[in-house]
């Protein structure tokens, strides 16, 4: 039998997502409906070849997980860029790249950017930024089906912003503001439950 003489088929939908990002102090995430869309984990996997008596053979090499993007709408009380600016603050970037003396001259330590306090910033909401485990330090994908049930999930292990970008303004558009946020992560994991 066909899958389209089926009512129970149902494919799933590029606009049912939710994306699990958590972090900040106000209400400890960006809500989920800011996200306007966002790429999925994909990853590349190198090929080694060796050669042997005139013929090519090919060996499966190292995983690489390549960087996901996604695109946020913002509104007038800075919801989004406010969280993203306040992860750069958390990170000790905010003062390292204002030039500001008092980032590396303090009186208890200098203070260095570091890949802990970026992922943490970045995926701890800030009430319980102490209590996180490395495997928790995560942002999490998930696709629903028409009851706003999970259908896939992908969790990012360890991610770090690698780009934020700012649309441009323009008196003879009436869009919405956007900006798009490209993350790196070590890893990530599938979960279909």
Same mark, same amino acid.
């Given at each position: 039998m066909s899958f389209w003489t089926e009512n129970t088929f149902e494919p799933k939908r590029a606009n049912r997502f939710k994306v699990n990002f958590a972090f900040g102090s106000k209400d400890d995430e960006i809500p989920y409906f800011f996200v306007k869309d966002i790429t999925k984990p994909s990853f590349d996997i190198t090929v080694k070849e060796h050669i042997v008596a005139g013929r090519t053979f090919n060996f499966p090499g190292n995983i690489k997980w390549n960087s996901v993007k996604a695109t946020f709408v913002d509104d007038v009380?800075?919801?989004v860029l406010g969280k993203l600016v306040e992860v750069i603050a958390m990170s000790n970037y905010g003062e390292i790249l204002a030039g500001q003396p008092k980032a590396f001259l303090s009186n208890t330590a200098?203070? *260095?950017i570091s890949k802990r306090l970026l992922t943490t910033a970045l995926t701890t909401p800030a009430s319980s930024a102490?209590?996180?485990q490395g495997s928790e330090i995560?942002?999490?994908?998930q696709q629903l089906d028409a009851d706003g049930l999970v259908v896939?999930?992908?969790s990012m292990y360890n991610p770090i912003i690698e780009k934020l970008e700012q649309?441009?303004?323009d008196y003879?558009?009436?869009?919405?503001?956007? *900006?798009?946020?490209?993350?790196r992560y070590d890893w990530a994991s599938f979960s279909n439950e």
């Open positions: 009380n800075n919801t200098p203070k *260095y102490n209590s996180v995560r942002i999490v994908v896939e999930s992908w649309d441009a303004l003879s558009k009436d869009d919405l503001n956007t *900006y798009s946020l490209t993350i």
